[in-house]
């Protein structure tokens, strides 16, 4: 992608100055390296909030990997005889997996050229650092080892919260991609180049054309990551496991073509503008030409906050310490407090994320949890935390993957946690209600939890937040209401044929003739409107579902339905008009998929109650019948349906309404939700 084949014939001008680091002959520029111990230098002196503790604990094995001009490296176990700084690695072991593993015990030897890409790249940055050890997880934990995947996995905050730099693979999809240490010229500097070309018809909705005599295209591979990973993330930052191991780590280093970014808990920085003699305006002085940013604001590699539950300090922390800042914090453990929605925003970025296996929907995650719990002190429930129940249960499902997004509950979490299904999840943002006495009388009590029963997988040490049985009872309120039907998205073709009188269409397309004569007939509307001639009411959509327009547009071809069906009969020929056509079908492919995406297509209207369902199968398959509304806090509440084989029920959804009319058609029950 990021490679230039330039044809012959084309004015190709490269620009005046490379603006990142490389090698004259496409090598290893040694330039980078300073650049990264000249960050790595300043962070560990000058950054109070990512320094560490080399003497805390120690990962299994390690990676020795020997000096400069050694042609092996050794795997060794430490047994806790071994302290001493280290580096991670974070990578995408690629849809084969086709990666060099670990399967024994004991010290073992590999040579250098045996390992693969990702991993050669990853042991000489080691060493062109000065570090000894680095820690791969295929090579340090013993692959189709279950039990050993099971204690290292447990202890992954650890490994990845000691080391003192991660490098993060963030363009490779597999081992073979490496870490793009070697550059030439053209693979970091801008370029332009022209080439003569005929006029090229844009194929717009106007039906107007582009006229050119000649085409310039410009390219710069450093603004190109500016945006790069916005709608398509990374290859890396798209892996679920690979969250934490960003968020634990106190300083990562991203590997792109051409560009290599800094991110840590107090900055963030790009090697365009550490090698640049300007730097962006509102910098501190002293990061002058070295920082990019503040934290988190290069969007191409964020991929959750370093300073997830830390103090909200800025750059700096003024006159308070740190340690000031976090007693704080701490002390703030009401419901829907700042620490609770740092969680909610974490769990609804790493929902978007991809796992191999959907067993790992609550390990991967494990390491954060427990800092989490750590930090407040509370108990686990499946994704959620006890003392903020309430307001974690009220998560949207949506279903950006259809294919992949399982109805059916998994091993590791309850219908009431987000982790029960592949699903992409966001939390409501709950609104404090007002606290005057006749808002109080006017509304229902919040639930209350009677009862939570959160029994683990065995081992308890390894489970990871999995359990072998999650259950709630919750004394609340709760009434039947009668589903009502979603207003479906018409396609143009069904809309116009149904206003034209046409009574069977193919995979809703219709013949040219009748779109050409259709959008006659809607100009002479427009004409007859703007004109101020007389015509029939239609503002609102009439019995049949039809808007102004194409109710007029039916009654003026009423009767002559049959020759309309007769136009759409026949090879349609008139390939080069596109008209009306064109843009109704491209405006309604966007609503369908803007529907899709926020979650629309599953939503169902019923009086003041907004229905979300989990899916859009559970959706159609409640339209028209009653569905069991159960009260939970303010005025949302959850979708519940009866489990008759265990007499418990289980969500299905969640629900908000507007207002408070008909207090009397909820009554109180106590239900059991899994």
């Known amino acids: 992608m990021w490679l230039l084949n330039v044809k012959p014939g084309t004015d190709y001008v490269p620009s005046q100055r490379a603006r990142t680091y490389y090698h004259p002959d496409g090598g290893i520029p040694e330039t980078m390296f300073d650049m990264i111990r000249d960050w790595l230098q300043q962070c560990e002196t000058e950054h109070q909030e990512c320094r560490y503790d080399s003497t805390t604990q120690m990962p299994t094995r390690l990676v020795d990997v020997g000096t400069l001009d050694s042609s092996t490296v050794h795997l060794i176990e430490t047994n806790d005889g071994l302290h001493a700084p280290y ?134 591979p450093q603004s190109e990551f500016v945006t790069l990973g916005l709608r398509n993330p990374l290859p890396l930052t798209s892996r679920g496991w690979v969250l934490q191991e960003n968020v634990l780590s106190p300083r990562t280093l991203h590997f792109l073509p051409g560009e290599i970014i800094w991110e840590c808990r107090q900055l963030s920085a790009r090697e365009s503008f550490y090698c640049s003699s300007q730097s962006p305006a509102g910098l501190p002085h002293e990061f002058k030409g070295k920082a990019a940013s503040f934290p988190e604001t290069i969007l191409v590699t964020r991929n959750g906050s370093k300073n997830f539950l830390r103090p909200s300090s800025g750059y700096v922390c003024g006159k308070q310490t740190a340690l000031e800042l976090a007693t704080r914090a701490k002390s703030d453990k009401e419901p829907g407090s700042q620490l609770y929605r740092q969680w909610y925003e974490m769990v609804t970025q790493y929902s978007r994320k991809h796992l191999t296996r959907s067993g790992d929907r609550l390990p991967a995650i494990w390491a954060l949890a427990q800092r989490f719990q750590d930090r407040t002190g509370d108990e686990y429930c499946s994704g959620l935390w006890k003392d903020d129940l309430l307001t974690g249960l009220l998560f949207k499902r949506f279903q950006p993957r259809p294919s992949s997004c399982h109805t059916s509950q998994l091993s590791c979490g309850p219908s009431w946690s987000w982790a029960s299904t592949e699903c992409r999840v966001e939390f409501e943002r709950m609104i404090s209600p007002l606290s005057s006495s006749s808002a109080e009388s006017d509304r229902l009590p919040d639930a209350f939890l009677q009862k939570l029963v959160i029994v683990p997988t065995e081992p308890s040490s390894l489970s990871m937040g999995r359990t072998r049985q999650a259950e709630l009872e919750i004394r609340t309120y709760a009434r039947d209401v009668v589903v009502g039907r979603r207003n479906r998205n018409t396609s143009p073709g069904e809309r ?179």
């Open 496 to 674: 116009v044929a149904k206003a034209m009188g046409i009574s069977t269409i193919f995979n809703h397309d219709l013949h040219s003739n009748v779109w050409h004569a259709y959008e006659e007939l809607g100009r002479e509307y427009e004409s007859s409107h703007r004109q101020g001639r007389p015509y029939h009411d239609y503002d609102r959509l009439n019995s049949q579902g039809l808007s102004a327009k194409d109710a007029w547009i039916q009654e003026r071809t009423f009767g002559n339905s049959h020759l309309f069906n007769h136009l759409n009969r026949g090879t349609d020929c008139y390939f080069g008009w596109t008209g009306a056509k064109f843009i109704e079908e491209a405006r309604w492919a966007k609503r369908e998929a803007d529907d899709q995406r926020g979650g629309r297509d599953k939503i169902l209207r019923s009086g003041l109650f907004d229905l979300d369902f989990d899916t859009k199968a559970l959706a159609e398959s409640y339209t028209g019948k009653a569905v069991l509304c159960l009260h939970i806090k303010g005025t949302s509440g959850l979708l519940i349906e009866l489990d008759a084989s265990s007499e418990t029920y289980r969500r299905i959804g969640v629900y908000g309404h507007v207002g408070w009319y008909g207090l009397d058609l909820w009554e109180p029950k106590v239900v059991t939700i899994r």
């Open 87 to 220: 580096l991670t690695l974070s990578h995408c072991w690629g849809r084969n997996a086709n990666v060099y593993r670990r399967t024994t015990r004991g010290n073992l030897e590999i040579p250098f050229e045996e390992l693969p890409r990702t991993f050669r790249d990853a042991v000489t940055v080691t060493r062109k650092l000065r570090f000894t050890y680095l820690w791969i997880d295929s090579l340090c934990i013993i692959q189709g080892d279950e039990g050993d995947w099971e204690r290292e996995s447990a202890n992954m905050a650890s490994f990845y919260a000691n080391g003192v730099l991660n490098l993060a693979a963030s363009y490779s999809a597999d081992s073979s991609g490496g870490l793009m240490l070697e550059r030439s010229q053209l693979h970091v500097s801008s370029c332009v180049w022209k080439h003569q070309t005929r006029p090229v018809s844009s194929r717009n909705p106007w039906g107007g054309w582009m006229k050119a005599r000649q085409v310039c295209w410009a390219f710069d």
